[in-house]
């Protein structure tokens, strides 16, 4: 808990202005299983949070909350400073498997996510370039990699321009050298977009090599967070990460006490 | 995924070597022209019949119904699946009824259908509507009801409406199982035809059939039941064509 506490000191300054998400005492409950217990949380604009934890800690039902799947049944969820109801427009889940339409082209799957009246073939292929699969446009998404199709709905989620990206454990399905691409893409694209991100992974390693700020959830709460300003792209050879890596590691498996 | 050579070949092996045997029996005289004439013969009265005008008569007659049949029960079985399908209260209120009904074999019916409607057109379409209807209802719904629902929940989160949905998840991923109902239903619409026409009918290769039936005609009987066979397989085949381009993006049918 000394570590909370530090770092809650640290962040303090870096929140002054409206958050981008603010949770108050938000709790989750289906039927009498507590899932969600008095979280309380904010991130700042262009953040990119991660939390970790084991399966099952809330972790994931919390993204669903802040992408309005799921309604809070306690507490209040604030997006800018707004509460919101039903589905939020403002933020994009991608989720842990790619969840592409099997019936239309990578381009097609892309242009889904972008807005009404705009250029919509355009605006995916922008996206598309960015993820760097523009020469895959007009394939189905059965011939792609699982790597790929993670890219497609990358590309997707980024054309949406939506201001908060929550990613569900986006990696998790893919092979360690596919993940590693795969989260210096994440980190290029989001320090070039500048959008508010909160990645829910189970590795450790990730969560400390990719976010500003990483909180440890078990059981329903946040139990510990971290804040890190190591250089990026951060080197995990360094002991500066080695230590982060290991502490992060710690409170995942025994709880911050 | 490319076909094999010989994909296009062997399917017409087996048919091939049956006409032609039973041509050569027929020939040499061990099958008697009165049980079964030559497929030659066959096919000489198919052309004189077509000169006649005959055969074409028919054969529009045929067709006429089941199009119409197909596509008044085949889109009532749709639209019923479509909405069990997405709904919970239409699903408790008439799904188990017509589960219950399905179970009625409908040619069991033609007795009572002969009594309300006579042995007019509405007879036979009536038939061939409750024999299409059930195998397009029931892979509607089971379709809608198997689509993925990670697809839907990605659906909302995008804020795709309920209309969008439908058209862009919902409706393509229950596309496979439709199509299998519309294939299964293709079969039970030929059958029911045949019934129908054969029993109570002035027209159609049924009829026809059963004509030729009262004057000793084997040639034509063999004749419309040779039709229904290839009309039968046609309809398959389309279908085939019609799985391929609609389910393109599936490898299954590439």
């Known amino acids: 808990m000394i570590a ?76 800018g400073g707004v509460p919101f109801r039903g589905p939020n427009p403002g933020a994009r889940l991608m989720f842990q498997d790619a969840a592409l339409l099997p019936w239309q082209t990578v381009l097609e799957n892309v242009a889904l996510a972008t807005s009404r009246n ?69 980190e290029e694209i989001w320090i070039c977009e500048k959008f508010t991100a909160v990645l829910v992974t ?56 | 995924m490319k076909q094999p050579w010989y994909s296009l070949i062997l399917p017409w092996v087996l048919p091939i070597l049956l006409l032609a045997s039973w041509q050569f029996l027929s020939q040499v005289g061990a099958i008697s022209p009165r049980v079964l004439p030559s497929p030659l013969a066959v096919l000489e009265s198919g052309i004189r019949l077509t000169k006649t005008g005959e055969l074409p008569l028919h054969l529009a007659e045929s067709f006429k119904r089941a199009t ?23 699903r408790f209120l008439f799904d188990s009824s017509v589960q219950t009904i399905r179970n009625v074999p409908h040619l069991t019916m033609i007795t009572l259908v ?8 509405s007879a036979k379409l009536f038939l061939i509507v409750t024999g299409v209807f059930f195998p397009i209802y029931i892979n509607t719904l089971h379709g809608i009801r198997s689509v993925d629902p990670r697809l839907i929940e990605m659906g909302r ?41 054969t029993i109570a009918s002035d027209s159609g290769i049924g009829f026809m059939t059963m004509n030729a039936r009262d004057f000793l005609q084997t040639d034509i009987v063999l004749l419309g039941i040779l039709l229904y066979a290839l009309l039968g397989k046609l309809a398959d085949s389309l279908t085939r064509l019609l799985e391929r381009w609609l389910l393109r993006w599936n490898p299954v049918y590439r």
């Open chain 1, 4 to 79: 909370l506490e530090e770092s809650r000191r640290i962040t303090k300054p870096a929140v002054r202005q409206t958050p981008a998400v603010e949770l108050e005492n938000v709790g989750k409950r289906f039927g009498a299983k507590v899932v969600l217990d008095g979280v309380n949380l904010k991130i700042a604009p262009g953040e990119l949070v991660a939390i970790v934890g084991r399966s099952g800690c809330g972790k994931s039902t919390l993204l669903r909350l802040l992408v309005g799947l799921e309604p809070e049944t306690e507490g209040s969820i604030r997006i």
């Open chain 2, 68 to 90: 119409i049949g197909l596509v008044i029960g085949g889109s009532l079985g749709f639209l019923f699946g479509l909405l069990n399908g997405l709904s919970n209260w239409a």
């Open chain 1, 202 to 257: 189970h590795d450790v390693e990730e969560a400390a090599a990719l976010a500003d700020r990483v909180l440890v959830m078990a059981e329903g709460r946040i139990i510990a967070e971290s804040q890190t300003s190591l250089p990026r792209p951060r080197d995990r050879s360094s002991s500066e990460f080695i230590t982060l890596r290991e502490a992060l590691l710690n409170w995942v498996m025994n709880g911050a006490a």
């Open chain 1, 118 to 186: 705009s250029d919509r073939r355009n605006e995916a292929a922008r996206a598309l370039q960015l993820v760097g699969l523009e020469q895959r446009a007009k394939d189905w998404p059965a011939i792609l990699s699982g790597g790929q199709r993670q890219r497609v709905a990358l590309a997707r989620a980024l054309a949406s321009k939506a201001s908060i990206l929550l990613l569900d454990e986006p990696l998790g399905a893919l092979d360690a050298l596919t993940r590693l691409e795969m989260q210096k893409l994440i």
């Open chain 2, 114 to 121: 002969i009594l309300w409607f006579g042995i007019g057109e």
């Open chain 2, 157 to 197: 989160v995008y804020g795709l409406g309920p209309f969008k949905l439908f058209q862009k998840i919902i409706l393509p991923g229950a596309l496979p199982s439709i199509l299998v109902g519309l294939r299964y239903a293709l079969g039970v619409m030929w059958l029911t035809l045949i019934v129908a026409e």
